[in-house]
């Protein structure tokens, strides 16, 4: 079946530095691609929803200034949280539709501490 | 904008026992997805059952079921003969045109040996 990988699965950084997260659809094209944020014991909130070749749509309160987002092929979707800061402390979960209204396929998430 | 809502913070079953766990959701679109995912310790997604709301019948998988009251905004999950391995967090999903996921906060499941 399709398969949605993420990497790293979790990362470590020091405040003030960026981190580059990387979703990957494995066998289908991905079109558009979206990012979700899970605080602990809490639902998944939408960040943005990236769209391969054009800007990604960002979700209100959401700063696209600290949350790059870059969807430069169909099988790659990468979220980049630039001078991170312990509140970013998060996991990072991607998701891609193979086709539309269908299952979604998420990735295995990122568990980012900023320290 | 469409919400989706889990009254159940908590719920847990006997082993081998049945289980439903409620899920319901406003919106004004007339055609959509409705999804349960299951998010065990590893945090990972795991599609349980979807349901297309143009479908009067409602979906089975196996020992999972869905009750899908359209009018009534109803989505609810029975898990039936319940198995060690069916604890996680459970969340009801709502699809829209967009493709877009809108989650309910979760319902964390216990099942008892």
């Known amino acids: 079946g399709a398969v949605v990988s993420q990497h790293p699965s979790w990362v470590i950084c020091k405040s003030g530095t960026s981190v580059k997260i990387e979703c990957r659809s494995l066998?289908?094209?991905?079109?558009?691609m979206f990012w979700y944020r899970q605080f602990p014991k809490q639902s998944l909130m939408l960040m943005a929803t990236?769209?391969?070749?054009?800007?990604?749509?960002?979700e209100q309160g959401v700063e696209k200034d600290k949350f790059l987002i870059n969807h430069a092929s169909l099988t790659l979707s990468t979220l980049t949280v630039t001078s991170a800061h312990p509140e970013d402390s998060s996991f990072y979960i991607c998701?891609?539709?193979?086709?539309?209204?269908?299952?979604?396929?998420f990735g295995q998430g990122t568990r980012l501490t900023v320290v | 904008a469409q919400t989706v809502t889990q009254s159940q913070p908590e719920m847990s079953v006997q082993e081998a026992e049945t289980v439903t766990l409620s899920c319901t959701y406003d919106?004004?679109?007339?055609?959509?997805?409705l999804f349960w995912y299951k998010q065990p310790p590893s945090r990972q997604m795991i599609l349980v059952i979807r349901?297309?709301?143009?479908?009067?019948q409602n979906a089975t998988e196996n020992r999972f079921s869905v009750n899908f009251q359209k009018a009534a905004k109803s989505f609810s999950l029975k898990i039936s003969d319940s198995q060690l391995g069916d604890a996680a967090m459970y969340f009801c999903?709502?699809?829209?045109?967009?493709?877009?996921?809108?989650f309910g906060k979760g319902t964390k499941l216990t099942v008892n040996p």
């Open positions: 919106t004004s679109e007339s055609d959509y997805y």
């Open positions: 349901q297309e709301a143009y479908k009067q």
């Open positions: 066998d289908f094209q991905a079109t558009t």
């Open positions: 998701s891609a539709p193979r086709q539309a209204n269908t299952e979604a396929f």
């Open positions: 999903a709502y699809g829209g045109g967009s493709e877009k996921l809108v």
């Open positions: 990236s769209n391969e070749g054009s800007k990604a749509t960002y």
